[in-house]
């Protein structure tokens, strides 16, 4: 009786709190039981394990703009509409810190409070010193002195619109405050409804190489560290400074390892009280072309100095591309250029129109441990020139339709990453049709809507299937716009069949089918439109 009315009194509690709008207070006894996320790798393979399992980032990331109390009613319904399993949401530095050391959590308090209401996980995004390769989300009193928190020169002398990497007085503010938001965290979170916190927005800088400050310019004339020379197995060149050791490079590279120190320190103190994975995303460098070229942000984990970041961030768990390429080759690429041995491929920023949710499918085949294009929410920034938010729910639906497919069985989905069991398939601009190897079988993917399989392409490439290896003969098949041909590896006359094709979901390991496909729906291969359609496909050969 005494246990039902302390329940009763804490359910109360709690239910006045958040009428009042209160600060979040931790509940102490689930603390320990639930484990804090972590990134794992095994056998070059990457894992998301939150409460202890294998996770996947079916996510969406609201606007800049949109993580105000005032703004979120405008937010969840996109996010609920979408069935994300985990929404991105910024923190900014100006909001929560209005006074030198005085900070103030309640807004976070609020995301972590409606996401819970929501069922979903948060992803935060630390808008730090950097935000877009500029400090616009400094608090107004390190704004209103800029002497001691600079920003970058130029070559020629000229001010940049960027933070220099090479300011103590903002790396120690820094420090200080996303110190005290992962202070905050572990003491609201032990639910570990945050799983990940993206340090910085997009660093490096636009419009300069480096900074050319006089302190910049110390820095630059020194050697460069043993650890970056044995990262860049340049052993032989000890004592070299930047320019000798890495000629027309040096200057990128400095600026990397720069950008990167900074943001590893401040990375550091975080984890040192929280440890939850942290990442920092990226504004792309084209990922074909070679060699400098004017227009990208340097000094950030662009693909050419992962390396140097892996050296110089050890406190940063991965490096994560936000991907706005338009075409499938360049997208394919950047995926490959992040999906690495040493870095756990994640998708924190992309677009989220029909044309892109295919890359969902590609990143899933490639290992992803999560994908989360930007903008979602129906806010007035996206308005139309009537006024009406750009994005609306017929916007939505296509990666809707892929999110509700997948998102029963998200954590077998990520098992089977974790496992490099998922192959994908996309169409590209020439319609032409893909193949999957998939051990003794391969699969041929025709793509747009035939009732006979005979698919010459969509209008648009948005045909996508996605195939996780159960077995030799046993898969799990999904896709949309697609349709799917099995054929014996061993080719010629090898004669072989269909054992079942079930329809269903699997949900925690178990396939739970709901019908048996044949007859027109398996004899001209199988057909995917616009359904959420996952089948257990078993195959024989007589
Ligand atoms: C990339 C940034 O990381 C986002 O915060 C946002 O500014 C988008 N670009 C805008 O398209």
Known sequence: MIGKRRILRRALA????????????????????????????????????????????IGAQAHNSSAWPAM????????????????EL???WEQIEPAPGRFDFKVVDTLIQQAREHRVRLVLLWFGTWKNGS????????????AKYPNIIGRQGQ????????????????????????AHLKQVDPQRTVIMVQVQNEPGSWGSIRDFSPASEKEFAKPVPPALLRAMERPAAPGGNWRTVFGLDADEYFHA????????????????????????????KDPFQKGPEPAYEFGGPTHNVIPIWKAAAPSIDLFAPDIYQPDTKRYLAVLDQYARADNALFVPETIGTPDYVRFFYAALGKGAIGFAPFGIDYSIYSADAAGQPRTREADLEQLALSYRAIG???????RWAREGKLRAAVEDETKAPGSLDLGRWIAEVRYGVAPRGEGKGNERPIGRVLVALLGPDEFMVTGNYASVHFKPKRGGSTAWEFLSVEEGQFVDGTFRSTRIWNGDETDWGLNFSSAPQVLRVRLSIR
């Open 159 to 182: 001010p940049v619109d960027s933070p220099s990497p090479h300011a103590k007085a903002a790396l120690d503010a820094d420090i200080r405050a996303f110190s005290a938001f992962m």
């Open 90 to 92: 910024p923190v900014y």
């Open 257 to 284: 390892w720069s950008v990167a120190r900074y943001i590893d320190q401040v990375a550091a103190a975080g984890k040192a009280i929280y440890p939850l994975p942290l990442y920092v995303n990226v504004a792309l």
């Open 408 to 414: 029963p069985m998200s954590r077998d989905v990520a």
């Open 135 to 146: 400090a616009h989300y400094r608090p107004v009193w390190m704004k209103q002195q800029p």
């Open 72 to 87: 979120l009613p405008k937010v969840w319904p996109a996010m609920d509409y979408l069935g994300v399993n985990t929404v």
């Open 14 to 57: 709690s239910a006045l709190a958040l009428a009042l709008g209160a600060p979040l207070v931790p509940a102490a006894a689930t603390a320990q039981e639930t484990p804090i996320p972590k990134v794992v790798t095994a056998d070059s393979r990457h894992a998301l394990l939150v409460d202890g399992e294998p996770f996947l980032v």
